[in-house]
């Protein structure tokens, strides 16, 4: 009886030998599985999660799904903001022609000088010619509202300030949506002339590519520009060249005359005389509130004197 019970209970032990030599078996050739894919295989995040399969200490393997890199998100972002630019600048061109066409009293860029430098302008910034017509044609329209210009000086977040440019058909429309936009996202209107003093009117050419100072130096020397600052642009591989704002336009054909033309825009801005580093946090509230100043049709664009 008893090597009976002896060999019952070698039998038990065998088995459960067996039982967790196969579950190490298979977790060995679940672990090659997994461990052998190709160079060409995406590369997932796993999650940990426990069985019951045999033994109470068993983890399996489960991928999670593949999600958007940030690459892309990066670049569907981006491509947002340029398209939403491109359409401001188209807006603001629009509404600047049918204002000097009804100011200049005529639709012909012969007769009306401001007209003719303005399409000139906006071909230069890239907006279709379907839309420079539209908007000649828009003017005489009955319809259509009278556009005029104004400037809202405004305070931020670590001492930021701002200038909020508008061109606008309904003042009283304006006033109030700059007045809540500012105010719900933390700033302050300022009274007027109470920031615009801090700042200095500037012709500004963008060029989207990175220019030579030395060569663009002489080139505006030949188109009789005495006032050029050549700075690195807002994004890599790009400039932005500062002048005086009635030298402007010299200063873009001294661009062109290098080359350059593809691409390039020219404005006129405020340039802040003592800009402010702020820190990252009144950096970003600063942000919102020029984000939600963009998002009105009646702003054109908004300045600001910080550094970072």
Do not use: W
């Not at 030998?17 to 160079?39: F, N």
């Not at 639709?107 to 890239?126: C, F, H």
């Not at 820190?279 to 664009?301: G, K, P, R, T």
């Amino acid at each position: 009886q008893v090597e009976a019970v002896d060999g019952y209970f070698d039998n038990i032990s065998a088995a459960k030998t067996t039982s967790t030599m196969k579950c190490a078996i298979t977790s060995v050739a679940a672990a090659l599985l997994l461990s052998s894919t190709s160079a060409f295989t995406v590369q997932q995040p796993t999650t940990i999660s426990r069985t019951s399969s045999c033994s109470p200490n068993h983890y399996t393997t489960r991928l999670s799904p593949l999600f958007m890199g940030r690459a892309a998100i990066n670049r569907a972002a981006t491509k947002g903001k340029t398209d939403a630019k491109k359409a401001k600048v188209n807006a603001l061109y629009g509404k600047k022609i049918i204002m000097a066409v009804k100011q200049g009293g005529s639709m012909d860029p012969v007769a009306n000088r401001q007209l003719a430098e303005l399409i000139k302008a906006a071909k230069q910034n890239n907006v279709p010619v379907d839309n420079i017509n539209r908007a000649i044609k828009r003017a005489n329209e009955k319809d259509t509202g009278d556009f005029s210009e104004s400037i809202f000086e405004a305070y931020g977040f670590g001492g930021a300030s701002l200038i909020i440019n508008v061109l606008s058909d309904n003042p009283n429309r304006s006033t109030a949506d700059i007045r809540n936009a500012v105010s719900k996202s933390g700033g302050k209107i300022a009274e007027s002339g109470s920031v615009l003093f801090m700042y200095d009117l500037k012709g500004k050419i963008e060029i989207p590519s990175e220019a030579d100072e030395e060569e663009l130096l002489m080139a505006a020397i030949d188109n009789d520009v005495d006032d050029m600052e050549l700075v690195e642009g807002d994004e890599d591989g790009t400039s932005i060249v500062y002048t005086d704002p009635k030298e402007t336009a010299a200063m873009f054909e001294a661009v062109k005359s290098i080359g350059l033309e593809e691409g390039t825009k020219m404005s006129l801005t405020h340039v802040s005389k003592a800009p402010l580093e702020c820190n990252d946090e009144d950096f970003e509230n600063n942000m919102a509130i020029i984000d939600a100043l963009e998002e009105l049709d009646d702003v054109d664009s908004v300045e600001h004197n910080m550094s970072n």
